[in-house]
């Protein structure tokens, strides 16, 4: 049985529960109205489906961090905030903010709540 392609990955995402960071390099999968977070290592770590996910930004991120709710569970999402091999300045993290925008988008795109 195959498992059909997602319709958007996000990449080199950090991912943490609380203060605990669960993966530094993670991907968030959105394709068939499911939100997936895999680990640096494609491992599973949650998923639900879109409509009852909940995304709101992270205040003193300036949006660059997403509080994610799936399945009651609650994430801290940053979409490209990983990406190895890339000296990021200060103040130069517009590809977060507009990748964290865009999950924000996908999820109430899908009936989510954001």
């Known amino acids: 049985m195959t498992h059909p392609e997602p319709e958007y990955v996000f990449e080199q995402v950090q991912i943490g529960k ?60 940053s979409p490209g905030w990983g990406s190895r091999g890339v000296f990021v300045l200060p103040g130069d993290t517009e590809h977060v903010k507009s990748a964290a925008e865009a999950l924000r988008r996908l999820i109430a795109a899908g009936g989510g709540q954001a």
Do not use: C, E, M, W
């Open 18 to 77: 609380g203060l605990k960071p669960l993966a530094q390099h993670g991907f968030v999968l959105v394709g068939q109205g499911t939100l997936t977070l895999l680990g640096s290592d494609r491992q599973h770590i949650d998923a639900g489906p879109l409509a009852q996910v909940s995304a709101k930004p992270v205040r003193f991120t300036r949006g660059q961090t997403l509080s994610l709710t799936v399945n009651g569970n609650k994430y801290n999402v």
